[in-house]
């Protein structure tokens, strides 16, 4: 499971997207009663609308501007994305909640620069909190890169409390998001402010960055809550692991630490051999599942989710919704080859 979003350019000749996975009964943006959702990461970036329907009949999602390769992305993008609007999400985490698997939503957005665009994307964070109903729990993620971080630390961090606050009063949870090697200090400094005030706050760690260990072995001590998994980012071999097998050494490193002393881990990862190695890791240390919970990708291996449910584990699927949903689904696939084999197999009922 990724860790954040990289912020790279999409292929040339396929447009950036907006708008083109609207539900039909979201209002425009623009118009009167759309409210803040879909424009919040907007930051004035004029991005192109929706075209036809893509699936008639009142589904989730809109096909992009005329072009054949788009049009197929944007099909298979119903496997990453549960909509353009809050709504889309939470019946996508009614669904999985019939199969006994939690969700974790996210409105798609980062790195915004106005202090406006930020307001908007922190409001929308709070409304979402309270859209989603107590039995689904209201586990949300969020990207302080879409807080404003980029403006100043007290500007993102008053936004983030505010998140916290009504989370707080809600009964719900706050996942950051970890997001690029520049930012990875900064994240962890504005996550333990917070955490000196909030206790319903948790954090990524990427385990391909060489700092990561020492960054585990601090935030076991700290009793903070983490999501670790592999990372998303292309860096230099300078500050992170480039081979695969070194990756995984470090994640079931980490992965070990926290099953035997973290703080409700979550184990993030679609890698079977990872998912095998953090099972007998908790099988030998009698560490029962109600200590830990799987998350994955939604869109990503579901029968797998359902497999481990009905094998008594717990499983939490990260639900991304939002009008920009064309980069984030084209990161999903550039980042490993396995995703476009996994959408492909579950489209065909693999």
Known sequence: MRGAEEPQAVPSGLPPSRNLLRARDQPHPRRPGGGGEAAAHDGG???PRAGRDLHGGGRELRSPPPGEALK?????????????DSRAAVRAG???HRKGIKATFDELGEDVLDREAARR?????KELLRLIPPHLERNISIKLSSMGQAISREFCLELASGILEVAREVGGFVRLDMEGSSLTQDTIEIFRELRKRYDNVGIVLQAYLHRTGDDVKEAVGRRDRVRLCKGAYKEPASIAWTDMEDI???????????????????????????????????????????????QMLYGLRPKRWEQLVAAGQNVRI?????????????????????????VVKSLIGG
């Open 121 to 125: 994307a922190a409001q929308s964070s």
């Open 72 to 84: 197929a992305l944007a099909f298979l993008a119903q496997r990453f994305v549960a909509g353009e």
């Open 248 to 294: 995984r050494k470090s994640f079931m490193a980490c992965a070990r630490l926290l099953l035997e002393k973290g703080n409700d881990p979550a184990i993030a990862t679609h890698d079977e051999e990872l998912v095998q190695g953090t099972l007998a890791c908790a099988r030998d240390g009698k560490i029962p599942a109600s200590r830990y919970e799987f």
């Open 94 to 96: 009614e669904r999985l």
């Open 318 to 342: 990260y639900v991304p919704f939002g009008s920009h949903w064309f980069p984030y689904f084209y990161r999903r696939l550039r980042e490993r080859k396995e995703n476009v084999f996994f």
């Open 45 to 47: 970036r004029g991005l």
